[in-house]
C-alpha cells in the first residue's frame, strides 16, 4: 500500500517535478532572452527617439532661422518701396520744377533771339568800311594833284569805287581817311615836279575832304601825332569795332606797320585788305593779306626826289648787312625830309652853367655792358697814347696822330654803343681791341613806340676835363667826328671834314659821348639807329629848365620832357630782330 500511494495519476511525482523544473528553466532563459531584448529595444527606442528630437530641433532652428531672414527680407523690400516712393515723389516734383523752367527759358530765348535781331539789324545799319592812307607814301596819281579842285573829287570818287568794287556786295558807308604832313608833302612833290605850288596840295587837301562827308583828308603835320602813328592807332581801333565790316590800309610802302599788321595776320575774320600803291616791302606779302592795286587812283612809282627806303630809313647803317631788316617805326619819308648833314649834329659846346655833380638816373632803361678787363688794357693804352696834360696841344696832337697809326696796324679800335656817362672813367665804356665779336645791340620803346635812352650820368671831375677841352680847342675850327669817335666809324672816311685823327683817352671819349647826349636826335622818338649817340628825349632825370631845356620845344616832336610811366619801356628790339620782346 505505501508504494502505491506515492504514486500520482500513475506517474512518478519526482519525475513530474523534474519535467516541471526542466520547462522552469526554459522559462527563465526565455524571461531573461525576454529582458535582454526589452533592454536592448529601450536603449533603441532611446537613442532614436532623441535623435528624432534633435532632428525636430535642427529642423525647427532652421525653419526659426529661414523665417527670420524671410522677415528681414520682407522688411527691406518695404523700406526699398518706401525709398522709392519718396524718390519718385522727388523726381516728379523735379519734372514739374523742369518743366516750369523749360518754359521760361523758351520764353526768354525767344526774347533774346528777338533782342539780337533788333540789335544786329542796328548793327548792320551802322556798319561801315573804312580805307586808311598813309598820305606820305601812299600818293594820288599826278592828272589828280595837279588839277586840285576837280582832281580831288574826282579822285575820292574814284577811290570810292574802287573800293565798293573789292568790298565784296558790301553795299554800306566806305570812311575815307587819309592822314599827311601836308607841308612836308607838298615840297616833296613840287621838287618832283609834280605839282607847281605847294598851295595846290592844300586845295587838293581841302576839295578831298569837302566832297564827300566820309572822305577826310587830314594834315598832322610834323609832331609826335603823324601820320603813321596815327594809322597804327586807327587801325587797333577800328579793328576792334565791330561795325567796322573791312580796313583798306594803304601803307606798303612802308615796313614800319608790319609790327602793328602782324599781329592781326592769322584772324579768320579777313577784315584787313592792303592797298599797294608803289611795290610793297617784301615783307608785306608774307602777312597773308589780301593785296589790293588801285592803279587808277593811286601813283604806282615813287616820286623823283624819294630814294629806296631801306637808304632812308637807316641812313647809319649804309655798311651793315641788317639794313633792310625792319626797324620798329621806321619810316621812309621822315627820314628823307633831314638833310644828310643834319643826321650827326656834333654836341653842343660844353655849358659853363652844367652842374658837375654827378645825377642819379631815373630812367629804367640800362643797356651799358662793362668789360672791365678789356677797359684796362684799352684805358693803359690810350692813356700812353694820350699827351699829358702838360704838353702843348700842338705837341699832343702830333704824338697822338703818330699814335693812331701804330694802333691800325692792330685792327683799329671800335667804342661800342650804350656807352654814355658813367661814374669812373672806366666804367659804361667798352673798347674792342684788333677784331671785336659782334656785340648784341639793343632799342628799347615806351608805350606810345617811342624810343627810350639809357640814362646819362655826368662824367666826374677829373683831370680829363681839362684834357679833352684841350684838345676840344686844339682842333678847332674842326669838331671831334661823333661817327668816328662814338660809333667806332665814319660812312665819310676820307672826305669827313671833321676830326678823326685825335686819340682821345676812354675819360675824354666818356666826355663827349656825354656832350654828344646832350643833343637832339634828328629822327627824334622814332630813331631806329641802335648805334645812335644822341638823345630821344630830355636825358636830364627831372628837367627843370623849362623853355631853358633844347628837348623843351622841339621843332618836330615838341615837348620830349617824359613822365615816369612814358619813361618805362614796353619793347625791347635787338639789332636784326624781326620782332621785339615785350616788357
Ligand atoms: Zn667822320
Ligand atoms: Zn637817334
Ligand atoms: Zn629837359
Known amino acids: 500500500m505505501s508504494a502505491q500511494s506515492s504514486m500520482v495519476n500513475g506517474r512518478d511525482p519526482s519525475g513530474i517535478a523534474g519535467q516541471a523544473l526542466a520547462q522552469l528553466g526554459i522559462y527563465q532563459q526565455l524571461d531573461n532572452e525576454r529582458d535582454s531584448l526589452i533592454q536592448v ?3 533603441d527606442i532611446i537613442t532614436t527617439t532623441t535623435t528624432i528630437i534633435i532632428i525636430i530641433v535642427v529642423v525647427v532652428i532652421t525653419s526659426f532661422s529661414r523665417l527670420s531672414d524671410t522677415c ?13 516712393a519718396k524718390r519718385l515723389l522727388d523726381l516728379q516734383l523735379d519734372l514739374d520744377d523742369q518743366k516750369a523752367s523749360r518754359m521760361l527759358y523758351q520764353t526768354r530765348t525767344r526774347d533774346l533771339e528777338n533782342e539780337i535781331q533788333r540789335l544786329s539789324s542796328r548793327l548792320n545799319s551802322g556798319s561801315y568800311v573804312v580805307v586808311l592812307i598813309d598820305g606820305d607814301g601812299a600818293k594820288f596819281r599826278d592828272e589828280f594833284l595837279r588839277d586840285p579842285e576837280q582832281g580831288a573829287v574826282k579822285a575820292a570818287w574814284k577811290l ?35 605839282i607847281d605850288y605847294d598851295e595846290s596840295l592844300r ?5 578831298f575832304t569837302n566832297t ?11 609832331g609826335k601825332e603823324n601820320a603813321d602813328s596815327k594809322i597804327r592807332r586807327l587801325l587797333d581801333h577800328y579793328y576792334k569795332n565791330t561795325q567796322c565790316q573791312k580796313i583798306f590800309i594803304a601803307c606798303c610802302h612802308d615796313n614800319g606797320y608790319l609790327h602793328d599788321l602782324r599781329q592781326y595776320a592769322g584772324d579768320a575774320n579777313d577784315k584787313i585788305c592792303l592797298i599797294e600803291t608803289t611795290p610793297a616791302e617784301p615783307n608785306f606779302r608774307s602777312l597773308q593779306f589780301p593785296i589790293l592795286r588801285f592803279d587808277h587812283v593811286f601813283r604806282s612809282e615813287p616820286l623823283n626826289n624819294e630814294t629806296k627806303r631801306g637808304a632812308q630809313v637807316f641812313p647809319f647803317r649804309s ?20 638833310p644828310s648833314e643834319s643826321i ?19 630812367s629804367p632803361v640800362q643797356m651799358v655792358q662793362t668789360t672791365n678787363n678789356l677797359n684796362t688794357i684799352a684805358s693803359d693804352r690810350y692813356q700812353s697814347a694820350s699827351s699829358p696834360p702838360d704838353k702843348s696841344p700842338a705837341q699832343s696832337q702830333v704824338f697822338a696822330r703818330s699814335s693812331n697809326v701804330i694802333s691800325s696796324g692792330n685792327g683799329g679800335t671800335s667804342i661800342s654803343y650804350a656807352t654814355a656817362g658813367g661814374t669812373t672813367d672806366h666804367q659804361n665804356v667798352t673798347v674792342k681791341l684788333a677784331k671785336p665779336k659782334k656785340q648784341i645791340k639793343y632799342a628799347y620803346y615806351n608805350e606810345d613806340k617811342y624810343r627810350l635812352d639809357s640814362p646819362t650820368q655826368h662824367p666826374p671831375r677829373t683831370p680829363a676835363q681839362a684834357t679833352y677841352q684841350n684838345k676840344f680847342q686844339a682842333i678847332k675850327p674842326m669838331v671831334f667826328c661823333n661817327d668816328h669817335y662814338l660809333k667806332g666809324r665814319c660812312k665819310r672816311g676820307v672826305n669827313c671834314d671833321k676830326e678823326h685823327e685825335v686819340e682821345l683817352t676812354i675819360p675824354e671819349l666818356a666826355i663827349h659821348r656825354y656832350k654828344a647826349r646832350t643833343s637832339l636826335c634828328p629822327q627824334g622818338p622814332l630813331c631806329t639807329d641802335y648805334d645812335c649817340y ?50
Open 41 to 43: 529595444s529601450i536603449l
Open 72 to 84: 528681414d527680407g520682407v522688411s527691406t523690400m518695404i523700406q526699398k518701396i518706401n525709398g522709392d
Open 160 to 194: 570810292k569805287e574802287a573800293v565798293k568794287g573789292a568790298s565784296f556786295g558790301l553795299d554800306i558807308p566806305i570812311l575815307v581817311r587819309v592822314y599827311a604832313n601836308v607841308n612836308d608833302l607838298a615840297k616833296s612833290l613840287r621838287l618832283s615836279g609834280v
Open 203 to 207: 586845295t587838293f587837301a581841302e576839295q
Open 212 to 222: 564827300h562827308a566820309d572822305c577826310d583828308f587830314i594834315n598832322v603835320g610834323k
Open 319 to 338: 655798311r651793315s648787312p641788317t639794313q633792310l631788316i625792319p626797324g620798329p617805326i621806321a619810316r621812309a619819308i621822315q627820314a628823307s625830309y633831314f
Open 344 to 362: 650827326s649834329p656834333e654836341p653842343q659846346e660844353q655849358r659853363g652853367s652844367t652842374p658837375l655833380t654827378s645825377s642819379i638816373p631815373v
Open 534 to 583: 644822341l638823345s630821344h628825349h630830355c636825358p636830364r632825370p627831372a628837367c627843370a629848365r623849362n623853355d631853358m631845356c633844347p628837348f623843351y620845344h622841339t621843332a618836330n616832336w615838341g615837348d620830349l620832357h617824359y613822365t615816369k610811366e612814358q619813361l618805362q619801356p614796353k619793347t625791347k628790339w635787338a639789332e636784326g630782330d624781326d620782332f621785339p620782346e615785350y616788357l
